[in-house]
């Protein structure tokens, strides 16, 4: 089992910056990928970044490419969303996720544990 709690959410003005972060208890954090989804009202849950067991490998979704950073801190079992540039569309509830395989992917279904959940709202 892997216990995630996602922190750092909050209300911030478009052109601001947030940074996510989610903390992993349980089996070894390292390895496997981890990723964030991100759900807005009314909206199916959509992939923003994913990252390897290293750091060293990184995908996004292209609404985000430039202007969000995935990076993982092995050591504090820790997964962030450095997040830049916020528009209003990026307004959802952000999912971090642990992936129960090796392959880096976007799809949610390859990803079996999962946060609660953290809100970021942007206004315009």
């Known amino acids: 089992q892997v216990q995630l709690a996602e922190s750092g959410g909050g209300l911030v003005q478009a052109g601001d910056s947030l940074r996510l972060s989610c903390a992993a208890s349980g089996r070894t954090f390292s390895s496997f990928p981890m990723g964030w989804f991100r759900q807005a009202p009314g909206k199916e849950r959509e992939f923003v970044a994913a990252?390897?067991?290293?750091?060293?490998?990184?995908k996004y979704a292209d609404s985000v490419k430039g202007r969000f950073i995935i990076s993982r801190d092995n050591a504090k079992n820790t997964v962030y969303l450095q997040m830049s540039s916020l528009k209003p569309e990026d307004t959802a509830v952000y999912y971090c996720?642990?992936?129960?395989?090796?392959?880096?992917?976007?799809?949610?279904?390859?990803?079996?544990?999962w946060g609660q959940g953290t809100q970021v709202t942007v206004s315009s």
């Open positions: 996720a642990d992936a129960n395989r090796p392959t880096l992917t976007s799809e949610a279904f390859r990803y079996e544990f």
């Open positions: 990252i390897n067991w290293s750091g060293g490998i990184t």
